[in-house]
């Protein structure tokens, strides 16, 4: 009795349903009852037409009529419905529908047996049949409203049952067993198919969740819980195309971690992604509100974008305030780590008009200002603008130019600073281009190197740096520039191997200078590079040194024979205390690995005395001699050094 109770209460109630089920009956029925409600008065008007002569016109006409009217309601208010509804207003549809079904089969039947008087068999007749087929009708409209359907069934049977059987008609009460055996077998269908519809409702529930969870889940960086590159550039098109509709700022910024790799190479790649999880945090702490997105691209490359972005001082103290969260110490489990972030901005609608402008320049801006001065951010302005022009014309004149008449190669003296004499030179390029006059190279190299056409700069170079070193005394050694391409692939490496073969110049006389970056891709590749080049005898030079960041491991992986410490300290050193404790730092640790140490780009008398103090030994800078070509080099040996030179050009 108590369960037969509550599937009763059960079926009628609809507001434990999911609230996609309501929606979708709700879908449904928006259909249906309209059309019910149409077969509900074609019926109704069709018994009125067969009783119009037999029975009084209130019941054939003015009953018909209301109901006409009160139908209309309905269907206009079904139709009206059609659309998305909430699951709310489909609930409170659906609890009308079922209010509504307890009253319209009441009124309908109350109706036809008031017509029952009149008729002779025939019309009585009608009035059964009307009753059956329109509950059968009703039945099948209500098909996704259980309830409803149990109701309206239940009513008119009931009353068609009782007030049939009453009448002692044989013919009736067969029409009665029969209509009562058929709807309990339509409602049967009725509660299997309901069963059906909301079993696929909650599966398609499951897969639409699912897939909501699929796309969060593709556009998330499963390290860090950012949103990931993919969800950044679909950020950056929705955000400039609204600040270009509502006339506003976008600003877009990459950040590059620095020593980022140090921590993977010497702690490990668990280590590593800690140091991400935790730079992940701290970035996202200082990104509040809706204007501000933050994402990482991949790696050790995060990006944000600033809606309504105010004025480029403003941006770029935000950038700043990003670099200087990033240089305070991250506490991980295994260590305590230092590293500095630098960030590229770039601004809508300043230089970029496409959001691949606009992440191309930002990320220019970071590359340049990591050059300059890492650990802070850097505005891409009309300087750089000019300059990705410039290189372009470099890079378009240097493809089409004669290498060897164009470059030549000049040389530097490396001198001994106790003594003032040269232990050798280093061989610089110079490119004269018939179009566009001298050129840098600075500004040439990087270019040749990002486009790929460097090899052939360093073959051509490096013949000629060696032609002109086979004609000096043979106590002078010759430093050659090579690149990371020269590096990073076995056949290059042959091809500058092969060159030095075929000169006859001693290779044992020959020192390569490379670069932290050149080893920044492929470590292994340039480890067994540089191995080959040793192992033929050449000198191995660590240019730049101070500038990168390599880890001391992997400085000791490779079979480094000098340290070049950059320019960059040695400027004003005697001034600067700051630099003083670094080249002093870098020469013990020259010294500790068994390295001769050259410091560049000596310009002034202080600056020589304040490395005299701190035990400078071999220096290359103006203050002893700027780059001379060629020609130029028996002269200059003559003039410090006379008695040599002398012997050997004698
Ligand atoms: P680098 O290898 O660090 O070369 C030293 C640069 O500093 C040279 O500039 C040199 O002229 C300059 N320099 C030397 N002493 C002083 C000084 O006292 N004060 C100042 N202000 N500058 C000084 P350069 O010739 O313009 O070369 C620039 C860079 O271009 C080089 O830096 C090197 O990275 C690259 N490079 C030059 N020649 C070659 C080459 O043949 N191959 C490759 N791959 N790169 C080259
Ligand atoms: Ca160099
Ligand atoms: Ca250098």
Known sequence: MNTLFS????????????????????HALSRQMPMMYLILLANTWALAATHLSIAPAWLTIAVPAVFTLICAIRINHWLRSRGEPSPEAALRELNRTNRLAFVIPIVFTTWSFLLYPYGNAYSQSHIAFYMAITVIACIFCL????????????????????????TGQPTFIAIAINIVLVCIAMLTILVINHQTFARMIDAQDQTLALSNENLRLANLDSLTDLPNRRAFFAQLDEALESARANNTRLAVGVIDLDGFKPVNDLYGHSTGDRLLVAVGKRLASLFGGDDMFLSRLGGDEFAFLMSNAPDDQAVVARGDEICAALHAQFELPDATVLISGSVGISIFPELAS??????????????HGKRAKRGSSTLFTAT?????????????????ASLDNEL?????????MRTGLPLGFEALARWNSPVLGRVSPAHFIPVAERAGIIGALSRALLKKALSAASAWPDDLRLSFNLSAHDLNAADSTIAVMSIIQKSGFDAARIDLEITETAFAHD??????STDMLR??????SLDDFGTGYSSLTQLHALPLTKIKIDRSFVTRLHQRPASRKIVRSLLALGKDMGLDCVIEGIESEEEKRALDELGGAIAQGHYYSAAVPASEVPGYLASVRPVTSLASAG
């Open 523 to 528: 470590f292994e590749q340039v480890r067994s």
């Open 408 to 416: 030549s190669v000049v040389f530097q003296p490396i001198v001994d």
């Open 143 to 166: 098909m996704h409203l259980r309830s409803a359907a149990f109701a309206v069934t239940a009513i008119v049977n009931g009353a068609f049952v009782a007030f049939f059987m009453s």
């Open 384 to 400: 750089h603008h000019a300059q990705i022009h410039r290189d372009a014309r470099i890079e378009q004149t240097l493809r089409q």
């Open 535 to 540: 192992l033929m005898g050449c000198g191995i």
């Open 354 to 367: 496409t959001a691949e402008q606009l992440f191309d320049n930002a990320d220019y801006a970071l590359y």
């Open 7 to 26: 599937s009763i209460i059960a079926l009628f109630s609809v507001a434990s349903e999911s609230p996609s089920l309501l929606k979708a009956k709700h």
